[in-house]
């Protein structure tokens, strides 16, 4: 719910036909020394944006207002992409208490999304990586807090051998200090890491720490791509290992 994405990042597939053949390179003509997997969280591992947008969406309709998504897409993989609380109170003609209104929307949020399970891929992924020795990593804009208790709740939190989250870092994605600091706990080299994001945001992000970035968009980006990343998978299922 508190992850962006860059307009200027989102670019359609058929505007830009490179984008299509680029997404098919093989990652073994990358990938030669490959040790370390790291994940975005909200989006790539649980659905936890579409529920964030249907709270603030809620919170618009309740208002006599709307939230177009070309808006709160701003807000996807970051922390203060887009003013949602102005552009309330600019569409209504009048003052919120903020503190209200993100309380109610996090109490909703919070009811949408406990009903989301891991996303298609990410548990055979987890495994298939441990099974191979390979580190693997999370790299979230969200709270330690949420991540974590998310991963355990979940039972894999243990599969992880770091947990990089914005209570960590002084700058969040696009910023790529996430991921550099992934990179350093794991003890590896950009060039033996893959990346796996599902916003523009987390894919600049990526991008700046100089890793191979696999694009992976979550049901609400469906429709996006970004011209920085190395590969678009719609799903983690996707993901071959004879490719690595």
Known sequence: MRKGAS????????????????SKRPLGSTKKSL???????????????????????????????????????????TIGGFDLHGYLEEQAGRAFDRDEL?????????????????LPGVAAIVSAAKGRG???????????????????????????????????????????????????????TADEAIAFEDSPNGITAAKGAGIFCVFVPNPLMANVTSHLADRRMNSLEEFDWDDV
Not at 7 to 22: E, F, G, I, Y
Not at 62 to 71: N, Q
């Open 7 to 22: 307009a200027a990042l989102a670019t359609d597939v058929a505007s830009n036909p490179s984008r299509t053949q680029r």
């Open 35 to 77: 040790k370390a997997l790291i994940f975005d969280f909200d989006g790539l591992i649980v659905d936890s944006e579409s529920p964030g947008y249907r709270a603030w969406t809620e919170v618009y309709e309740f208002h006599g207002c709307t939230l177009p998504f070309d808006k709160y897409s701003a807000c996807i993989g």
């Open 102 to 118: 993100e309380a109610a929307c996090n109490l909703r949020w919070r009811e949408l999304v406990k009903h989301q399970p891991l």
């Open 134 to 188: 390979l580190q693997i990593a999370v790299a979230s804009s969200s709270t330690r807090r949420w991540v974590s208790g998310s991963l355990r709740e979940f039972g894999i939190l243990d599969r992880f051998d770091a947990i990089c989250t914005r209570d960590d870092v002084a700058a969040v994605k696009p910023d790529p200090a996430l991921y550099l600091l992934a990179l350093e706990k794991l003890r590896v």
